[in-house]
């Protein structure tokens, strides 16, 4: 369970993420002001920090730089500001990573996720299984039905996205955000290309899904063979 203090000056917005937050399982306290926030921040000590830029009494950049001056808590900035020059700066000012609005809670809680494991403050079982696949997060090995399945990189993240996920449907968009760092969106013939060379290193296709299942127009959904499709 993640501590979340959301910092989003937008009332309509503060309240529906927080729901969404809490919806995906996160413990959520929300401010609407940066000020606040730093004050938040230090006395609750939250697992991560959600920094809107544009608050109403201080740019959230500044918020950034202050908050990191008094603690190293993990901070993903959501902005509208999209261009490589704003964010080559939030990253140099501390960020540990950022998303483009607009954006999902299933975005943002994927980024919460990353953010947690690069930073060790995870307690997320470090194998997870989802019928007879295995995949072990420490040694980056995944087997099926014990035969062992050597992975590219980015394949094995796309797989490893999926199953912390098992039984959800995720949508392209989402993986994109998560697997290719695009928070901007992206091209879907990317994910179809890795799904397919994920499904012939898993022993299936698309014709004939074990554990890969293609829902049309939505995105992929991660399942045991034995569950219902």
């Not at 918020?63 to 500001?81: E, F, G, N």
């Not at 540990?96 to 999902?104: A, G, H, L, Q």
Request: hydrophobic content about 45%; charged content about 25%.
């Amino acid at each position: 369970m993640v501590q979340v203090l959301l910092v989003e000056d937008d009332a309509a917005i503060r309240t529906a993420l927080t729901r969404a937050l809490r919806d995906q399982g996160h413990v959520v306290s929300a401010v609407g002001s940066g000020m606040p926030a730093l004050s938040a921040a230090v006395e609750q000590k939250p697992d991560v920090v959600l920094l809107d830029l544009g608050l109403p009494d201080i740019d959230g950049a500044d918020v950034l730089s202050m908050l990191r001056a008094v603690s190293d808590v993990p901070v993903i900035v959501a902005t509208a500001r999209d261009d490589e020059s704003s964010m080559v700066r939030l990253l140099d000012l501390g960020a540990d990573d950022y998303v483009i609005k607009p954006f999902t809670a299933a975005q943002i809680t994927a980024r919460i996720r990353a953010v947690m494991r690069r930073t060790g403050r995870t307690d997320e079982d470090p194998v997870i299984t989802v019928g007879g696949l295995t995949i072990d997060t420490r040694s980056y090995e995944v087997t099926v039905d014990g035969r062992p399945v050597e992975l590219a990189r980015r394949e094995f993240e796309l797989l490893l996205a999926l199953a912390r996920r098992a039984g959800e449907v995720v949508t392209k968009r989402d993986l994109l955000s998560e697997v290719w760092q695009l928070a901007w969106g992206g091209s879907d013939r990317t994910v179809d290309v890795h799904l397919s060379w994920l499904r012939r290193k898993l022993g299936e296709t698309a014709a004939a899904p074990r554990y890969l299942h293609s829902v049309r127009g939505v995105g992929v959904r991660l399942a045991a063979p034995t569950d219902p499709v």
